[in-house]
């Protein structure tokens, strides 16, 4: 079946653009997560979605990060007033609640770079 | 402050041979553990994970090992292939804390295998 998809995979933008980033989980799963990935550094949770609601928001960096959930499928993360810190890749993961294993099926990720 | 620490950034072993890749924690609330593989421009795949009630869990030609009271865990990979170049990414889960089930990720330690 399709697995996790993202977009764009690449996005660059000036300094102080907002930008929005899509997540299509696999059908059917209830979590879904963001994470980023800053250059040579490990992947860092920024928030996690249960259904539509988002119990866990505390790895989102500032008030300038925000994302949503519609459908118990997409997702958007969105960037407001983006600074060049921000660049980094952005993965989105999705899982099946209720298993053991706490596997999380990435997407290929989006590349963003602030300019 | 960093809770999985991957401390070796690369690794580079000759095909045949072991390919030992380890990770320490901090955090003693971690329950389960998982090794995670990526290859360039990729999301991360899921390779094998390991609950904290075992010391050892087998797939093929991995395996995953985990000291509790080092905090220290390691994945075997024996023989190595060329084909298993990539960053792998040392993961902990921690008992749910607001629902979350996120991962906290170490930076990642790239191998590579020589022919």
């Known amino acids: 079946g399709a697995g996790v998809s993202q977009s764009p995979s690449n996005k660059v933008t000036e300094k102080g653009k907002d930008v929005e980033l899509r997540c299509d989980p696999i059908?059917?799963?209830?979590?879904l997560y963001w994470y980023r990935q800053r250059l040579g550094q490990g992947l860092e949770f920024l928030i996690y979605?249960?259904?539509?609601?988002?119990?866990?928001k505390s790895g989102l960096p500032s008030d300038r990060f925000s994302a949503e959930r519609t459908g118990e499928s997409v997702s958007t993360l969105t960037i407001q007033r983006t600074q060049q810190e921000d660049s980094a890749v952005y993965l989105c993961?999705?899982?099946?609640?209720?298993?053991?294993?706490?596997?999380?099926?990435f997407g290929p990720g989006t590349r963003l770079t602030v300019t | 402050d960093q809770q999985v620490k991957q401390n070796s950034p690369s690794l580079s072993v000759q095909e045949g041979r072991i390919s030992i890749l380890n990770c320490d924690y901090t955090?003693?609330?971690?329950?389960?553990f998982l090794w995670y593989k990526k290859y360039p421009a990729e999301g991360p795949t899921f390779l094998i994970s390991?609950?904290?009630?075992?010391d050892k869990n087998e797939d093929g030609r991995f395996t995953v090992f985990l000291n509790k009271s080092a905090k220290h865990l390691s994945l075997h990979i024996v023989p190595s292939q060329p084909g298993d170049s990539a960053v792998y990414f040392c993961?902990?889960?921690?008992?749910?804390?607001?629902?979350?089930?996120?991962?906290?990720f170490g930076k990642g330690t790239k191998l590579t295998v020589n022919p």
């Open positions: 955090n003693s609330m971690f329950d389960y």
């Open positions: 390991i609950s904290s009630i075992k």
């Open positions: 979605f249960q259904g539509n609601s988002a119990p866990d």
């Open positions: 993961a902990a889960s921690g008992s749910r804390q607001g629902g979350s089930e996120k991962l906290v």
């Open positions: 059908s059917g799963h209830t979590a």
């Open positions: 993961a999705s899982s099946l609640l209720g298993t053991l294993s706490y596997e999380q099926y």
